[in-house]
């Protein structure tokens, strides 16, 4: 597929999407619209249709779940933990649902359940204040969503899980994520790539830290190489830190930031920690 013609798919996407909502605001038309938004990178945009919808449908974990994690993309935490708070409290008890992706999403994403995407990020809006044993807790109640098959959410689960123990301090219970991994894992099992995989890789010793910083090497999936180097990166940065590497912790951080993918969660991460290291 052309860039063209990609380009003219994601056009007719949110066109459909913004007619779809403006005709009957429903919740299924809300969701899907802000969520479009959303992956255009029309972050306030999207906030504000959720922020809507939420006026109409109150108590949608839905529209909480996804509010939430546009706060995250946007640097305001605590709101984002409330959201994914509530969301998480509303989903209690609820089987598994999978949110849909809608027709025409142009994004390979594996199917993930809204528990999943909840408590994934909840588990990370915790990280990001802080907040260790409550993304602990957090992760681990994610990892019981994570579906069979489903590489892509296991292993970026226990990333995100490996590098709060770490920042806790609790080496044992990091060896033990470690040691639940698969090995051996062809990039093929991964829907979006293997970045994450590729981390924990190299927390077991089975990549050198530089080779992650190579942002096209054994990708399956690459939307963007600057927001792979985020990703791939923010691990290195956090294990030199670890290992009591300053200095080069500190250079992979702002290297990241010098991308341009603001919104990624590894750039943001990235930001936060260089914030907290230099006192700003």
Known sequence: ????????????????????????PSLPNTVWYGR???FRYQIEEAIAVF???????????????????????????AEGLADLARAAELLEGKPEWIEPDG????????????????????????YLLGDWDAAEAAYRRCLDWVREGDHDGLTACNDWLYMTLRRRGDEAAAAEVLASIPHDLPDKAFVEGPSYYRRLRMY???????ELLTPDLGSQVIHDLETLYATQ????????????????????FEQILQGRSRFAF???????????????
């Open 1 to 24: 597929m052309t860039e063209n013609s990609i380009r003219e798919r994601s056009r007719r996407t949110l066109e459909s999407a913004r007619s779809n909502y403006q005709a009957d």
């Open 36 to 38: 479009v938004l959303g």
């Open 51 to 77: 922020s809507e919808g939420l006026e109409r449908f109150p108590d949608s974990f839905e529209l909480l779940r996804q509010r939430g994690h546009r706060y995250l993309s946007t640097r305001r935490f």
């Open 103 to 126: 027709k025409g999403n142009e994004l390979p994403v594996p199917p993930t359940s809204i528990q999943f995407n909840t408590w994934y990020h909840l588990a990370l809006a915790h």
């Open 204 to 210: 077991r010793g089975e990549f050198e830290p530089q």
């Open 233 to 252: 990166g923010y691990g290195v940065g956090n294990w030199y830190l670890y290992n009591g590497e300053t200095e080069r912790a500190r250079e992979v």
């Open 266 to 280: 590894g750039y943001i991460a990235a930001e936060r920690d260089l914030r907290e290291m230099t006192g700003g």
